[in-house]
């Protein structure tokens, strides 16, 4: 499995890429996506809405369960992936591509530095 460098990561699986203007692209690592099976229906209905870190932002459904997704850093969510709702898949395919979930724009940029980097999440789920 692959965790590129470039992100920083959560122990519950969520990816975020940090771009400029303090937005974050947030998603579920490729872990995630292989552990849930193939995803078939992702609900985010948060849009406009300031979360806490660690709140859930919405659920992503997959043959075998259905699981919540948490906010990685505090912030307002600014924009959903719409492609998501006609193929849930991207998410199997291209995790940390097409299958982003959100952006946000986060309170504090500094608080994506506090999250695991690509190596501490890698030893996290035995890779």
């Not at 590129?4 to 940090?18: I, M």
């Not at 850093?73 to 097409?98: F, K, Q, R």
């Not at 982003?100 to 190596?119: F, H, N, R, Y």
């Amino acid at each position: 499995m692959k965790f590129p460098e470039n992100l920083r990561y959560t122990k519950e699986h969520e990816w975020v890429r940090l771009e400029d203007g303090g937005i974050a692209v947030i998603g579920i690592t490729e872990f995630a996506q292989s552990e849930l099976g193939d995803i078939v229906y992702v609900e985010i209905e948060t849009k406009d809405q300031h979360l806490a870190a660690a709140s859930v932002f919405g659920t992503v459904e997959a043959v075998k369960t259905v699981s919540d997704l948490f906010l990685p850093v505090a912030g307002t969510v600014i924009e959903i992936n719409s492609g998501l709702n006609n193929s849930p898949e991207l998410v199997n395919s291209d995790p940390y591509g097409e299958g982003w979930m959100i952006k946000v724009k986060v309170d504090s940029p500094a608080d994506v530095e506090t999250l695991m980097t690509a190596g501490a999440y890698a030893e996290l789920v035995g890779n």
